[in-house]
């Protein structure tokens, strides 16, 4: 394709949804704002795919330059900050912090939650050396000064996808899409409440249950939720549909990608299921998982998307395209919804830089969305809402200590997703 596969999320509204990611890591003290904006300004070097602008070339199509003005290292701000805006040096990546917290603003169109880990690994890292002036022994973050790897930068094209057509096909038994939830959180000023709470769990705790349990981490989590909102929606609702993201870099060849690279994996639980075992459970939902995940099931997914951005580039005019894109994706509001979405980033080595970190906090747009991240022995799980209320995270809880799983949360606290600001005609 002529443009950058990183360019083709910028074409999306953000009229209704954010299309950023917010990383929130707690240290254990005080930020130092000079030396955060010294180590993200070091750090950053060893990322120039993260050092760009937005810009429209002639025939109308976003293009991504090199941006060499400094990554803004800013306060907390009671008003949100615009990516790509002059405050952050139209920059789609912007840094702020606020106590004991350092807040990783970063454009959804460079990188999905696991293509920013290690830029966030890097940053902290980079931190912690210049703060506490030694150099933290941390073998698998990567370094300033360090080559990019093979892979870093590549980009999937139609034709690295699979040629045989799909082992099966996954089909909808339309699970209840909470409709009444997403127009609260998007048009009533008494409801709209865009928030998150973060649950931690000791690694051992989780692994521990997963083993006697045939699960793994995003099958559990993925039948806490389901089990969760089996105790508050409605009866006359027959299905619960969950919803994974799945990273397949490794099938195509380019593991290491940074690129928002994720195929979508469904599981469809039928009230009357909710009340198997947890060990039957963890079997069915894996079992799903792992046919979902086969290469010729990705590839289908990502052949219409693809064949709908090489159409795109022969449209002439940046309204025109973007008109055209928003009609013909197939995902989004033209897309299969689940009730719920929650996605594993995966395991985290942060070697002698844990000692200094307390949490890792993933925040994205969305309702009923969570994001689980396992940090040496701990495990994160954020959980996203649009709406005032209590009662699924309440749930949650309730889940949890039914199966006796220790946890401690917190919050809720406002998302603060930052938009873009970018060229729209």
Request: charged share 25%; glycine share 6%.
């Amino acid at each position: 394709m002529k443009y950058s596969i990183n360019t083709y999320r910028l074409y999306d509204s953000e009229s209704r949804f954010s299309f950023s990611i917010r990383t929130k890591v707690t240290m254990k003290d005080t930020v130092d704002g000079d030396t955060l904006r010294r180590s993200v300004n070091t750090a950053i070097q060893r990322y120039p795919y993260y050092r760009v602008k937005v810009s429209v070339d002639s025939d109308g199509g976003y293009i991504l330059p090199e941006n060499t003005a400094p990554i803004a290292v800013l306060p907390v701000a009671r008003k949100t900050r615009m990516l790509g805006s002059k405050e952050v040096n139209e920059h789609l990546f912007f840094v702020e912090y606020e106590g004991k917290d350092i807040y990783f603003n970063i454009s959804h169109s460079l990188c999905g939650g696991k293509g920013a880990l290690p830029l966030v690994m890097t940053n902290i890292w980079q931190y912690v050396k210049d703060r506490y002036h030694f150099e933290p022994n941390s073998p698998a973050i990567r370094k300033p000064g360090e080559p990019l790897l093979e892979d870093e930068t590549a980009e999937l094209t139609l034709d690295m996808l699979a040629k045989e057509p799909p082992i099966a096909k996954s089909v909808s038994k339309h699970p209840v899409i909470l409709l009444s939830d997403y127009l609260n959180g998007l048009y009533n000023p008494l409801m709209r409440n865009p928030n998150y709470t973060l649950f931690s769990f000791q690694q051992k705790d989780v692994v521990d249950f997963i083993k006697a349990n045939d699960s793994s981490v995003v099958s559990f989590f993925l039948i806490v939720m389901a089990k969760a909102l089996d105790k508050v929606l409605p009866a006359k609702h027959k299905v619960i549909g969950g919803e994974t993201a799945h990273f397949p870099g490794a099938d195509f060849g380019i593991p290491n990608t940074h690129c928002d690279l994720l195929s979508h994996v469904y599981l469809d639980y039928e009230r009357a299921q909710l009340s198997s075992d947890m060990e039957r459970l963890g079997t069915m939902t894996r079992g799903q998982i792992i046919w979902q995940t086969d290469p010729t099931v990705s590839s289908e997914q990502f052949r219409s998307l693809y064949e709908a951005y090489d159409k795109t580039e022969q449209i002439s005019g940046l309204a025109e395209k973007r008109k055209f894109l928003r009609k013909n994706k197939t995902n989004g509001e033209n897309g299969r919804h689940g009730t719920y979405i929650l996605n594993y980033t995966g395991q985290m080595q942060w070697g002698e830089v844990a000692d200094y970190v307390d949490s890792y906090c993933i925040i994205v747009e969305g309702h009923l969305l969570g994001e689980v991240t396992s940090m040496e022995n701990q495990i994160f799980l954020s959980v996203m809402q649009l709406i005032k209320t209590d009662k699924y995270t309440n749930a949650i809880r309730t889940v949890l200590d039914e199966l006796r799983i220790p946890y401690k949360v917190e919050g809720p606290f406002p998302k603060h997703l930052s938009r873009h600001s970018i060229p729209v005609r």
